[in-house]
């Protein structure tokens, strides 16, 4: 059971969202940065140095127009905003189906804060941890952090969050840490979900996998899936975890994003993106569902599987030019076709 929160009805308004999201008729997620601001001070991000900035009170519209199967509330740090249960609430009031997760860093969080988010309509909750001890509050710039996180977080879950699950970055430097990590958060009634350091935030490759540590990576995700049977808490799928050290070893990423297609991100201030590091695609007004162009990468996916074999290696030389190692060149805009027709 993901949560206990999922009923009937929610099986009955999710279940045609679902279809039609396969379809391509609606993002699959909506990634909504209610603030970029940040407590922390991580060396491989930069949303800490934001200054002031513009936010919308109210995101309903938004969602209603892009009517994502599910949504992640993110920042920066999101309990920076003191309005954030109300937030949620109203989204949760107005849209029939809308699974929402929050990611936070853990540092203000609270019993209170938490359970007020978890009661206003959150589904899933979600804090960031990578390393166990004080290494996390070295990588992550703030002192007391694991302390505290360890303080906070099966208390919530002896409350009455039972879904809480810990984000966990593989790095160059936690990998001795992954699999105790799984126990850990075992033992506090929790789950683990893990993603792939990338630099593309602000360049800083430093926490990258490297090829002297491949060997090492690829035990460490032996023993996951054996602790995903054994413990039950990994969220992965095993195609995932099956495809990181690929992924660590290609240059360029793997092929196949969806980011703009099933994924779109939103601003604070109502902006949308295809990605979080990526080119703005225009206000939230303006956008049109299913009208985002696809990457160079993604057309030439298409043209490989349609048989186009040296149009395809054209556009794959083309996507890796563009977008570089970290991906912040600018990307070709193939305006005239829908992405849904490359799918």
Same mark, same amino acid.
């Given at each position: 059971?993901?949560?206990?929160?999922?009923?009937?009805?929610?099986?009955?308004?999710?279940?045609?969202?679902?279809?039609?999201?396969?379809?391509?008729?609606?993002?699959? /997620?909506?990634?909504?940065?209610?603030?970029?601001?940040?407590?922390?001070?991580?060396?491989?991000?930069?949303?800490?140095?934001?200054?002031?900035?513009?936010?919308?009170?109210?995101?309903?519209?938004?969602?209603?127009k892009?009517?994502?199967?599910?949504?992640?509330?993110?920042?920066?740090?999101?309990?920076?905003?003191?309005?954030?249960?109300?937030i949620?609430?109203?989204?949760?009031?107005?849209?029939?189906?809308?699974?929402?997760?929050?990611?936070?860093?853990?540092?203000?969080?609270?019993?209170?804060?938490?359970?007020?988010?978890?009661?206003?309509?959150?589904?899933?909750?979600?804090?960031?941890?990578?390393?166990?001890?004080?290494?996390?509050?070295?990588?992550?710039?703030?002192?007391?952090?694991?302390?505290?996180?360890?303080?906070?977080?099966?208390?919530?879950?002896?409350?009455?969050?039972?879904?809480?699950?810990?984000?966990?970055?593989i790095?160059?430097?936690?990998?001795?840490?992954?699999?105790?990590?799984?126990?850990?958060?075992?033992?506090?009634?929790?789950?683990?979900?893990?993603?792939?350091?990338?630099?593309?935030?602000?360049g800083?490759?430093?926490?990258?996998?490297?090829?002297?540590?491949?060997?090492?990576?690829?035990?460490?995700?032996?023993?996951?899936?054996?602790?995903?049977?054994?413990?039950?808490?990994?969220?992965?799928?095993?195609?995932?975890?099956?495809k990181?050290?690929?992924?660590?070893?290609?240059?360029?990423?793997?092929?196949?994003?969806?980011?703009?297609r099933?994924?779109?991100?939103? /601003?604070?201030?109502?902006?949308?993106?295809?990605?979080?590091?990526?080119?703005?695609?225009?206000?939230? /007004?303006?956008?049109?569902?299913?009208?985002?162009?696809?990457?160079?990468?993604?057309?030439?996916?298409?043209?490989?599987?349609?048989?186009?074999?040296?149009l395809?290696?054209?556009?794959?030389?083309?996507?890796?030019?563009?977008?570089?190692?970290?991906?912040?060149?600018?990307?070709?805009?193939?305006?005239?076709?829908?992405?849904?027709?490359?799918?």
């Amino acid at each position: 059971m993901i949560t206990s929160k999922i009923g009937w009805r929610e099986v009955f308004y999710g279940t045609p969202k679902f279809f039609l999201m396969k379809m391509g008729r609606r993002p699959f /997620t909506v990634h909504l940065e209610v603030t970029k601001n940040c407590d922390l001070h991580c060396n491989f991000c930069d949303y800490w140095q934001t200054g002031k900035e513009t936010r919308l009170d109210d995101y309903v519209a938004i969602l209603e127009k892009l009517d994502p199967l599910t949504l992640v509330i993110t920042g920066g740090e999101p309990l920076i905003r003191k309005d954030l249960p109300q937030i949620i609430a109203r989204i949760k009031a107005r849209i029939k189906f809308i699974y929402i997760s929050m990611i936070t860093s853990g540092y203000l969080l609270t019993i209170e804060k938490g359970l007020a988010a978890w009661n206003a309509g959150l589904d899933h909750f979600s804090i960031s941890l990578d390393f166990l001890g004080e290494e996390h509050d070295r990588n992550r710039g703030r002192v007391g952090l694991f302390a505290h996180i360890a303080d906070v977080a099966p208390k919530l879950v002896a409350a009455e969050v039972d879904n809480l699950v810990f984000n966990s970055v593989i790095m160059e430097d936690n990998l001795d840490h992954l699999v105790p990590l799984v126990r850990q958060a075992k033992a506090w009634g929790a789950k683990v979900s893990f993603s792939t350091y990338n630099a593309r935030k602000n360049g800083n490759v430093t926490h990258r996998v490297t090829a002297q540590n491949m060997a090492k990576l690829e035990n460490v995700i032996v023993d996951l899936l054996r602790l995903k049977r054994e413990l039950r808490n990994i969220t992965n799928s095993d195609y995932y975890l099956k495809k990181i050290p690929e992924y660590f070893r290609a240059e360029t990423g793997i092929s196949g994003c969806v980011a703009g297609r099933k994924l779109i991100q939103v /601003t604070p201030d109502g902006y949308l993106k295809r990605c979080a590091d990526k080119e703005v695609l225009g206000y939230w /007004t303006e956008f049109q569902p299913g009208t985002v162009p696809p990457t160079a990468a993604q057309v030439g996916a298409s043209l490989f599987y349609q048989g186009w074999f040296l149009l395809a290696v054209l556009f794959a030389w083309g996507a890796i030019i563009l977008d570089g190692a970290d991906g912040k060149l600018a990307r070709v805009k193939l305006m005239t076709s829908p992405a849904g027709k490359f799918e």
